[in-house]
C-alpha cells in the first residue's frame, strides 16, 4: 500500500494559492480514478482506491501546512507502513514554474509542510517538487506562495495537472523518471508563444521581402567592339 500526500492549507480561502499545489495535484488524482469519497480522519481528508494494481491511500492534512507531519505521521503508523510507501506533493520556490522534479530525501529548502514531515515521520520517502518559481526577491517571497495563481499560469498548471492525474500510476509502479518525461512532454511549449510572421502587403508578400532589392540585369550594348566582349563573357547568344 502507498500514501501520497498532498500539501496545503483548507480552506476556500486558501485553495487557489501557489503553496496549495500539491492538494491540487492529490484532487486531479482523485477526480481521473476510482477513488473513494473524500472522508476525514487523522486529522485530514482521506480517500481510498488503486493506481495500476496498487492499492493508494490519498490525503490531505488538514492541518495547516506546518502541522501536516502529524497526520501523515499518524495516518504511517496506522497502516504499518515505511517511508518507502510516501509519496508527497508540494510547490518548490526553487524550479521555474510548470517543472517537476522528484528526488528521495534530502532538504526541505525552508518548506514548512516538509520541515514538519521530516520531524515527524523521517526524511527518506519520494518528494514530488512541482516549480512554482521564485519571485526574484527575498522580501516578495511570502506574498508569492500565499498568492492566486495568475490566469496566465493555467496555461502550462492545467496540463501538468492533467499528466500528473493520467500517469500517477507510473509513480505508484515507481517509475519516476517515466513519470517526469510525461509531466515534461505535457507542459513543453506552454510558455513559449509563437513567434509572429512578417504581414504581407496585397501581393502576397511579406514587407521584409518587399523591401528587398530586385537583381537588375546587366544592360550590354548592342553592337561595337565592347559588345562582342561582353557577349562573350556574359556567354550571350545573338
Not at 517571497?141 to 500565499?146: K, P
Not at 515534461?184 to 512578417?198: H, I, N, Q, T
Amino acid at each position: 500500500m502507498l500514501l501520497i500526500a498532498g500539501l496545503g492549507n483548507p480552506g476556500r480561502q486558501y485553495e487557489n494559492h501557489r503553496h496549495n499545489v500539491g492538494f491540487m495535484a492529490a484532487d486531479a488524482i482523485h477526480r481521473r480514478h476510482s477513488f473513494s469519497p473524500w472522508s476525514r480522519k487523522f486529522s485530514a481528508l482521506v480517500a481510498d482506491g488503486k493506481l495500476d494494481g496498487e492499492k493508494v491511500l490519498l490525503i490531505k492534512p488538514q492541518t495547516f501546512m506546518n502541522l501536516s507531519g502529524q497526520a501523515i505521521g499518524e495516518a504511517l503508523r496506522f497502516y504499518k507502513l515505511t517511508l518507502a510507501d510516501l509519496i508527497v506533493f508540494y510547490d518548490e520556490l526553487d524550479l521555474a514554474p510548470g517543472k517537476l522534479r522528484i528526488k528521495t530525501g534530502g532538504g526541505a529548502g525552508g518548506h514548512n509542510g516538509i520541515k514538519s514531515i521530516d520531524a515527524h515521520c523521517g526524511k527518506d520517502y519520494r518528494r514530488v517538487r512541482i516549480g512554482i518559481g521564485h519571485p526574484g526577491d527575498k522580501a516578495r517571497v511570502n506574498g508569492h506562495v500565499l498568492g492566486d495563481f495568475a490566469k496566465s499560469d493555467h496555461d502550462w498548471l492545467d496540463p501538468l495537472l492533467e499528466a500528473i492525474a493520467d500517469n500517477a500510476g507510473m509513480l505508484a509502479k515507481g517509475d519516476d523518471n517515466g513519470f517526469m518525461n510525461k509531466a515534461s512532454l505535457a507542459v513543453k511549449g506552454k510558455e513559449d508563444k509563437p513567434a509572429a510572421r512578417a504581414p504581407k502587403t496585397a501581393g502576397g508578400q511579406s514587407h521584409i521581402r518587399q523591401a528587398r532589392p530586385k537583381h537588375i540585369a546587366p544592360q550590354v550594348p548592342e553592337d561595337g567592339p565592347m559588345a562582342a566582349m561582353l557577349k562573350k563573357i556574359l556567354g550571350k547568344k545573338d
